[in-house]
């Protein structure tokens, strides 16, 4: 008889919106992917990186309903905070584009929300201590929680996803696809009073 207890897991927050977009948010997100968009390596982000400033205002009460609700049940904070929506961008991924690998700095908890995407769309994690795990390498005969370097979970349109911004991700080509991939991401900071000024570790943040 035995036990395996996964232990600090990093958590990856999905809820589905009820509703499409109406034709008003159809319409400016349209207009900001007209009003300028930046290349990156295999993608493009518009110039407008706070597009949650007086647009898509639905939208970006949907997002703040969930990232209230992943404080609560993840982070679960002893004193109130304010967490608060920072930058907010649009990403296009053409057919056979792709997004390197990264992580957003100067965030707590970062989000992408689902515009368009197709079938075997997928946004991949990389587990944080793989560095540390591949000191000493196995070859696996089949991978699961605990050894796999990578985890993936399907992009579904009008879908959100909540992180933890130091949490490495990538979009790999979709070798299917036909269309364009456009979702929105976002990071997040906080105000409010951290830590315990008896600890010497208070931190106030208006």
């Excluded at 110039?47 to 400033?53: H, K």
């Excluded at 946004?123 to 991978?143: A, G, V």
């Excluded at 399907?154 to 364009?180: I, Q, R, Y």
């Excluded at 951290?194 to 208070?202: A, I, N, P, S, V």
Aim: contains cysteine.
């Amino acid at each position: 008889m035995y036990n395996i207890n996964n232990i600090f897991p990093s958590p990856v927050y999905i809820a589905k919106r009820d509703s499409d977009l109406i034709l008003r948010e159809e319409k400016e997100i349209e207009k900001i992917i007209k009003s300028g968009m930046y290349k990156n390596a295999g993608n493009s982000t518009s110039n407008n990186s706070d597009i949650f400033n007086g647009k898509l205002k639905k939208l970006k009460q949907f997002c703040e309903q969930h990232i209230k609700i992943y404080v609560e049940q993840i982070i679960k904070p002893k004193e109130k905070l304010d967490f608060y929506i920072t930058q907010s961008w649009i990403n296009v991924t053409k057919p056979g584009g792709f997004h390197h690998e990264h992580s957003h700095q100067n965030s707590i908890i970062s989000g992408v929300f689902y515009v368009s995407t197709e079938e075997d769309d997928k946004i991949y994690f990389t587990d944080p201590n793989l560095k540390l795990k591949e000191l000493i390498k196995f070859e696996q005969k089949e991978f699961n929680l605990f050894n796999s370097p990578t985890w993936w979970f399907s992009s579904m349109t009008n879908e959100l996803v909540l992180f933890p911004s130091w949490l490495g991700h990538k979009v790999k080509v979709n070798e299917k696809a036909t269309t364009d991939r456009i979702s929105i991401s976002f990071n997040t900071f906080v105000r409010g009073n951290l830590g315990e000024r008896k600890e010497l570790t208070e931190l106030i943040l208006k």
